[in-house]
């Protein structure tokens, strides 16, 4: 796993489509990773602002405040 090119990635799948939560879920994880915890946070908050239902969104953020 390399975050540092999954984040470039993501990124760019946001840039063509902010609607896919599943580019906010690699996000949250490419940072989480980095121990970039609140762009984390940041990253599933807006996955599930777009789908509140996201088990994906919810366990990231969930492991992620674990980490905090």
């Not at 796993?1 to 939560?21: H, S, Y």
């Amino acid at each position: 796993m390399e975050p540092n090119q999954g984040l470039k990635d993501a990124d760019k799948a946001v840039e063509i489509d902010k609607t896919f939560v599943k580019a906010w879920v690699r996000k949250g994880t490419c940072h989480q990773m980095m121990k970039e915890y609140h762009k984390a946070l940041e990253a599933f908050d807006k996955g599930l602002a777009l789908d509140p239902n996201s088990k994906e969104c919810m366990e990231g953020k969930m492991k992620t405040a674990n980490l905090i």
